[in-house]
């Protein structure tokens, strides 16, 4: 029987909408010169992402339904619904979302999704709402759950109740919080370090409600420096379309310019920032006029 949860994304719309304007009147009425603030065409650009995302994530819908339905009826294990197995379940789902959400970085063809995420130069409220078209790359990292007897309906409840949680982290108004929360959950502070593109901030911090899984795993880093938001590489542009397949066109660049198959492989599968060895050069013939006389590797080192 499926169990019957509420849509908490679509209760939680005009919560996101208020706070977005406070947000905003906050900004005006005490401006912050070091703050990335609000531009007016990354705002709309994110809100446009975030509905555009709402109507892919129903076509998506279907096949992935489909798949952890099947995987659902095939386990023979099941977990009710009850008022304390379903903490126990947003637990699960939040240590799998870190897994997710560090492959989604590490990846390149995962990357292609996610980067859209991380494509405004701003950190507000409408950035949390910038969100993927191609969220289809998601999925198979939550099939554990269901493969355990999780409900899929129950699955879609944590995930959603997870994006909920992430909404008020993607602010510069809220400074540290107490030690304890701090340490415990994901906070604006540990989620601006994320949004960074600053060297010593990259790919830290994957934490969706609880901070302490990048803790336990190394991928921690706390606030020192103020960030700078975006990507190392940014885009200029604020055309929905292109925000939302910009990497996968520059995968498909990279990979029409190999020069073979592992190349290839490497532009689609290692990280965003891999590049190939590059050629070593042929040692000189000793004939050669102006060549060393002796061209063998010193001592110790490979051949």
Same mark, same amino acid.
């Given at each position: 029987?499926?169990?019957?949860?509420?849509?908490?994304?679509?209760?939680?719309?005009?919560?996101?909408?208020?706070?977005?304007?406070?947000?905003?009147?906050?900004?005006?009425?005490?401006?912050?010169?070091?703050?990335?603030?609000?531009?007016?065409?990354?705002?709309?650009?994110?809100?446009?992402?975030?509905?555009?995302?709402?109507?892919?994530?129903?076509?998506?819908?279907?096949?992935?339904?489909?798949?952890?339905?099947?995987?659902?009826?095939?386990?023979?294990?099941? #977990?009710?619904?009850?008022?304390?197995?379903?903490?126990?379940?947003?637990?699960?789902?939040?240590?799998?979302?870190?897994?997710?959400?560090?492959?989604?970085?590490?990846?390149?063809?995962?990357?292609?999704?996610?980067?859209?995420?991380?494509?405004?130069?701003?950190?507000?409220?409408?950035?949390?709402?910038?969100?993927?078209?191609?969220?289809?790359?998601?999925?198979?990292?939550?099939?554990?759950?269901?493969?355990?007897?999780?409900?899929?309906?129950?699955?879609?409840?944590?995930?959603?109740?997870?994006? #909920?949680?992430?909404?008020? #982290?993607?602010?510069?108004?809220?400074?540290?919080?107490?030690?304890? #929360?701090?340490?415990?959950?994901?906070?604006?502070?540990?989620?601006?370090?994320?949004?960074?593109?600053?060297?010593?901030?990259? /790919?830290?911090?994957?934490?969706?409600?609880?901070?302490?899984?990048?803790?336990?795993?190394?991928?921690?880093?706390?606030?020192?420096?103020?960030?700078?938001?975006?990507?190392?590489?940014?885009?200029?542009?604020?055309?929905?379309?292109?925000?939302?397949?910009?990497?996968?066109?520059?995968?498909?660049? /990279?990979?029409?310019?190999?020069?073979?198959?592992?190349?290839?492989?490497?532009?689609?599968?290692?990280?965003?920032?891999?590049?190939?060895?590059?050629?070593?050069?042929?040692?000189?013939?000793?004939?050669?006029?102006?060549?060393?006389?002796?061209?063998?590797?010193?001592?110790?080192?490979?051949?």
């Amino acid at each position: 029987m499926e169990p019957n949860l509420p849509d908490v994304v679509l209760w939680s719309i005009p919560a996101f909408a208020l706070l977005t304007v406070l947000e905003m009147v906050a900004h005006r009425l005490h401006p912050d010169e070091e703050a990335a603030g609000y531009e007016a065409r990354d705002a709309v650009t994110s809100v446009t992402m975030g509905l555009g995302s709402l109507g892919f994530d129903l076509l998506w819908k279907i096949p992935v339904v489909a798949v952890h339905t099947a995987v659902y009826g095939l386990t023979p294990l099941r #977990v009710p619904v009850l008022w304390w197995t379903l903490p126990l379940m947003l637990l699960a789902q939040d240590f799998l979302y870190y897994w997710s959400h560090r492959g989604h970085h590490v990846v390149r063809i995962l990357w292609a999704c996610h980067v859209v995420h991380h494509s405004s130069r701003k950190f507000n409220l409408t950035t949390a709402l910038r969100q993927p078209w191609t969220s289809l790359t998601v999925w198979p990292f939550y099939l554990p759950l269901v493969a355990l007897g999780v409900h899929p309906a129950a699955l879609a409840f944590c995930s959603s109740a997870n994006l #909920v949680y992430q909404f008020w #982290v993607h602010t510069e108004r809220i400074g540290r919080l107490p030690r304890p #929360v701090e340490y415990v959950f994901n906070t604006p502070s540990h989620h601006r370090v994320h949004h960074a593109s600053q060297g010593g901030y990259l /790919d830290r911090n994957f934490g969706g409600i609880l901070i302490v899984w990048d803790r336990l795993f190394g991928s921690f880093t706390a606030e020192t420096e103020r960030p700078v938001y975006g990507l190392t590489k940014n885009i200029t542009t604020c055309n929905p379309l292109r925000v939302a397949t910009h990497e996968y066109a520059a995968i498909a660049r /990279d990979v029409r310019a190999a020069g073979s198959w592992g190349e290839r492989a490497g532009r689609i599968f290692r990280g965003p920032g891999w590049q190939p060895a590059a050629p070593v050069p042929a040692a000189p013939d000793p004939g050669t006029p102006g060549a060393p006389a002796d061209v063998r590797p010193a001592a110790g080192r490979a051949r």
